[in-house]
T-cell receptor, first 113, second 114 residues
């Protein structure tokens, strides 16, 4: 089976930098993804790491260390609109081909002025 | 490029009834997954369809069933509704072999069982 651990809540100041950590346990590993979900909205894809290292997309970066079963999402120059829930997700080894995503419980980020 | 659309957006059903939720996948995507999301929780994987066949299932009972059609649209059926089935049901489409591009989610159907 799989399990993912991430903090339930994080609060940060507008303009600051925040890091949301995720540790995972899986029987296999096919990549770590991050999704953002605003209240009442659909989860939207942010990033995907299959290999160790840092992936940067604008103000968002995602990091992966496969040896530590650990990753994080880094949000820079925080804006009020970044207030949302952030989910890490891993793919399940149970099926070949297009394996399904398993999500963590999410981290609720509140950006304050 | 069209996104993922789900219908209806909201639904109220009585315990014991049956419900069908619908999803139209993003153009070009051949895989659809269904998730249940309780309030304040992460999406829980129900099942996945590829080429009209179920090719993955989460920890949900058989009264949760689905279909994928040749045009890659999909249905989620739930029989004998229980109060705990109240949740947001999300449909996500993707392209097999292109997982790095992520899943595209619909806005969901909010199901309330009373």
């Amino acid at each position: 089976g799989q399990s993912l651990e991430q903090p339930s809540e994080v609060t940060a100041v507008e303009g600051a930098i925040v890091q949301i950590n995720c540790t995972y346990q899986t029987s296999g590993f096919y990549g770590l993804s991050w999704y953002q979900q605003h209240d009442g909205g659909a989860p939207t894809f942010l990033s995907y790491n299959a290999l160790d290292g840092l992936e940067e997309t604008g103000r968002f970066s995602s990091f992966l260390s496969r040896s530590d079963s650990y990753g994080y999402l880094l949000l820079q120059e925080l804006q009020m609109k970044d207030s949302a829930s952030y989910f890490c997700a891993v793919r399940d080894q149970a099926n070949s081909g297009n394996t399904p995503l398993v999500f963590g419980k999410g981290t609720r980020l509140s950006v304050i002025a | 490029e069209t996104g993922v659309t789900q219908s209806p957006t909201h639904l109220i059903k009585t315990r014991g009834q049956q419900v069908t939720l619908r999803c139209s996948s993003q153009s070009g995507h051949n895989t659809v997954s269904w998730y249940q999301q309780a309030l304040g929780q992460g999406p829980q994987f129900i099942f996945q369809y590829y080429r009209e066949e179920e090719n993955g299932r989460g920890n949900f009972p058989p009264r949760f069933s689905g279909l994928q059609f040749p045009n890659y649209s999909s249905e989620l059926n739930v029989n004998a509704l229980e109060l705990d089935d109240s949740a947001l049901y999300l449909c996500a489409s993707s392209l097999a072999g292109r997982e790095g591009h992520g899943y595209t989610f619909g806005s969901g159907t909010r199901l309330t069982v009373v």
